[in-house]
């Protein structure tokens, strides 16, 4: 009973190693079509890699501009608007928000174009605003190092000039403010002028109805409205003329405001040195391309012409076993 019962287990272990053993020589017999579907697919792997369009990916670090970077800007808002104007460490963190905000929107723009352009503008360390990491994909690495250059280049100073429209913008404002705020003080100072003369020459009408020609009183600066009469017509007439060549009598604000003025007129604008950022690391040359890759790309044709090879084999012996157990 023992020895049948080997002889059955031997027997049903047998089909499968056949059926391995069966398979390893249909592999082998048919190992010329293998061989030629994977030269086949070797060779359309050559072809694609030569017409393929290479990407290459030149990437920059940038952050906010240096105090000196913008040094012209800012002193021209100190000059404008003093202590209010906005700290430099502020106005750092605005140019370099200008900077972020253009470079999205050409990035924007070259994605939408009929051919594309990947143009990339992301955090650098993940959670922290700055600095940027900015990148471009080319089809050469000289290429794709120079476009991201330029790119950069041509935002720093489309923001250069929006920061000096704005600035011109603000002066226009600012000087007409200050203008404005001088002539209400000159007229007023004006007004109080003319408004000190008529109080002298009512005091003098009383004092030549009343006949008073001399003072009456030793302590002027007590005199008021009421008792000017009493320093005499002859004094009232000396006061009238002396206040009539008076000049205006101003405030310090209104000497400040004409310094304002005179430091604006001074202003010059030159935005050549003006930057939106600053270079942690420049555009770099890369040596390594992003696509297509060439040993995966031989690798993946080696075994697809292989899986094709033996599935052509496969499906050939397939057949003619068919055809032999039908007849």
Same mark, same amino acid.
């Given at each position: 009973?023992?020895?049948?019962?080997?002889?059955?287990?031997?027997?049903?272990?047998?089909?499968?190693?056949?059926?391995?053993?069966? =398979?390893?020589? @249909?592999?082998?017999?048919? +190992?010329? *079509? /293998?061989?030629?579907? !994977?030269?086949?697919?070797? $060779?359309?792997?050559?072809?694609?890699?030569?017409?393929?369009?290479?990407?290459?990916?030149?990437?920059?670090?940038?952050?906010?501009?240096?105090?000196?970077?913008?040094?012209?800007?800012?002193?021209?808002?100190?000059?404008?608007?003093?202590?209010?104007?906005?700290?430099?460490?502020?106005?750092?963190?605005?140019?370099?928000?200008?900077?972020?905000?253009?470079?999205?929107?050409?990035?924007?723009? =070259?994605?939408? @174009?009929?051919?594309?352009? +990947?143009? *990339? /503008?992301?955090?650098? !360390?993940?959670?922290?605003? $700055?600095?940027?990491?900015?990148?471009?994909?080319?089809?050469?690495?000289?290429?794709?190092?120079?476009?991201?250059?330029?790119?950069?280049?041509?935002?720093?100073?489309?923001?250069?000039?929006?920061?000096?429209?704005?600035?011109?913008?603000?002066?226009?404002?600012?000087?007409?403010?200050?203008?404005?705020?001088?002539?209400?003080?000159?007229?007023?100072?004006?007004?109080?002028?003319?408004?000190?003369?008529?109080?002298?020459?009512?005091?003098?009408?009383?004092?030549?109805?009343?006949? !008073?020609?001399?003072?009456?009183?030793?302590?002027?600066?007590?005199?008021?409205?009421?008792?000017?009469?009493?320093?005499?017509?002859?004094?009232?007439?000396?006061?009238?003329?002396?206040?009539?060549?008076?000049?205006?009598?101003?405030?310090?604000?209104?000497?400040?405001?004409?310094?304002?003025?005179?430091?604006?007129?001074?202003?010059?604008?030159?935005?050549?040195?003006?930057?939106?950022?600053?270079?942690?690391?420049?555009?770099?040359?890369?040596?390594?391309?992003?696509?297509?890759?060439?040993?995966?790309?031989? !690798?993946?044709?080696?075994?697809?012409?292989?899986?094709?090879?033996?599935?052509?084999?496969?499906?050939?012996?397939?057949?003619?076993?068919?055809?032999?157990?039908?007849?």
């Amino acid at each position: 009973m023992s020895v049948g019962d080997n002889n059955i287990s031997g027997r049903s272990n047998d089909p499968e190693q056949i059926d391995l053993i069966d =398979l390893i020589m @249909q592999l082998w017999r048919g +190992k010329v *079509t /293998i061989v030629v579907c !994977v030269a086949v697919a070797i $060779l359309l792997a050559v072809g694609y890699l030569a017409v393929a369009k290479e990407k290459w990916t030149s990437t920059a670090i940038v952050t906010q501009p240096d105090v000196a970077q913008i040094a012209t800007y800012n002193n021209a808002l100190n000059v404008l608007y003093g202590s209010s104007a906005p700290k430099v460490t502020e106005l750092q963190y605005n140019v370099i928000g200008r900077f972020s905000t253009s470079f999205s929107a050409l990035a924007e723009t =070259l994605d939408n @174009q009929e051919n594309p352009e +990947k143009l *990339t /503008i992301e955090q650098s !360390v993940k959670g922290q605003q $700055l600095p940027l990491a900015v990148s471009y994909v080319g089809d050469s690495p000289e290429n794709a190092q120079r476009q991201l250059s330029e790119y950069i280049q041509k935002i720093d100073d489309e923001v250069a000039k929006e920061l000096d429209a704005d600035l011109a913008d603000n002066i226009k404002l600012r000087t007409t403010a200050l203008k404005d705020s001088l002539k209400t003080q000159e007229l007023i100072a004006q007004e109080q002028k003319d408004l000190r003369i008529k109080q002298i020459q009512e005091a003098l009408r009383y004092a030549e109805q009343a006949g !008073v020609t001399r003072p009456q009183i030793q302590q002027t600066q007590d005199v008021t409205q009421d008792s000017m009469l009493l320093l005499g017509s002859d004094a009232l007439k000396s006061m009238i003329e002396h206040e009539a060549t008076r000049p205006l009598t101003f405030s310090d604000s209104y000497f400040q405001a004409r310094k304002n003025l005179l430091d604006i007129a001074a202003l010059k604008l030159d935005g050549t040195g003006l930057h939106a950022y600053r270079y942690v690391m420049k555009p770099t040359l890369p040596i390594r391309r992003d696509s297509p890759k060439k040993a995966i790309t031989l !690798v993946l044709a080696v075994l697809l012409g292989g899986m094709i090879g033996a599935g052509v084999v496969l499906g050939r012996n397939a057949l003619r076993g068919y055809k032999a157990k039908a007849q």
